[in-house]
């Protein structure tokens, strides 16, 4: 993937868990992501982010995780520039028609 690190993965499993805070208070938001090597990583996206975050992961994309940069990947937003290889399910890019 251009611009990612060598140690960029498709993620796997993405779970988030939401800790109440005080009454009128918004909590916060703890997101685990597992990645096909099976590392785990965790995030802490505000309440906001959360609603973007959900929605990238209800789209027709890719997500792949770069550790080194902390950046979430969604791939093929529009267009098919990644594929993910059956039986392996690794990603590469999709070979050009």
């Not at 499993?13 to 590392?39: C, H, K, S, Y």
């Amino acid at each position: 993937m251009p611009g990612a690190s060598e140690q960029t993965r498709r993620v796997k499993v993405l779970n988030a868990n939401w800790i109440a805070g005080p009454d009128g208070d918004d909590g916060r938001f703890e997101v685990m992501i597992v990645t096909a090597d099976d590392q785990q990583h965790t995030i802490a996206p505000s309440p906001a982010a959360m609603i973007a975050l959900i929605a990238l992961t209800k789209a027709d994309a890719i997500l792949l995780w770069d550790p080194t940069d902390r950046t979430l990947i969604a791939a093929n937003l529009v267009g098919g520039w990644l594929e993910v290889v059956p039986g392996s399910g690794e990603v590469r890019r999709r070979p050009s028609t």
